[in-house]
């Protein structure tokens, strides 16, 4: 008895083809993302990952799930005022006598000896927050900043944006937000 040649099996090389609208709009999505920067592809995450609840930590600025009663990153406990759909401004724990903004931008506690963030050493070129730091921050007042640069007044952002944004460019906030305009 011959024994009957078997035929190989084809691998294709190409890439299989979504069938369902779905798959290609959700190719469609990721292949555009891996052309964007990385700040693109962050706010499209924020955007679609937020939920009404969910809070950023006081002590260490982490993006918690609202049913998270404690800090991922840090471990602290959820304070009150931290719940929400983060528009409220409470400049009441944002800034406190002696607290320093590192010049990467970050606000920092005055009992921190170095920047949570970039770990850079609290120095005499770090400058001291002062309590009307929030919406137009001027260039005299931040090092680092140019004229016109302001910092998000947004409770938990507190971030470095250029003089021709409209808009923060972490969390979306207006430019005037929190200053009663």
Known sequence: MGLIPMA????????????????????????SLSSASSREKIRVRE??????????????????????ES????????????????????ESWDVKPGDWRCA???????SRPSCFKCGASKDDSASVVARSW?????????PGLKSGDWICARSGCNKH??????????CNAPRNYGSGY
Not at 8 to 22: D, E, F, V, Y
Not at 49 to 62: E, F, L, P
Not at 73 to 78: L, P, Q
Not at 104 to 110: E, I, K, P, W
């Open 134 to 142: 929030g919406s137009a921050s001027t260039s005299q007042s931040q």
């Open 104 to 110: 990467c931008g970050v606000h920092n506690y005055a």
């Open 8 to 31: 190989k099996p084809t691998i294709s090389t190409q890439p299989r083809r979504p069938t369902s609208r779905l798959l290609v709009l959700l190719s469609l999505l990721l292949s």
């Open 71 to 90: 800090c991922q990153r840090c471990k602290k406990a959820k304070v009150g005022g931290e719940e929400g759909d983060r528009g409220s401004v409470n």
């Open 47 to 68: 955007k679609m990952s937020r939920k009404a609840g969910d809070w950023i930590c006081r002590s260490c600025q982490y993006d918690n799930f609202c049913w998270r």
């Open 161 to 170: 944006n250029y003089a021709s944004r409209m808009e923060c460019f972490r």
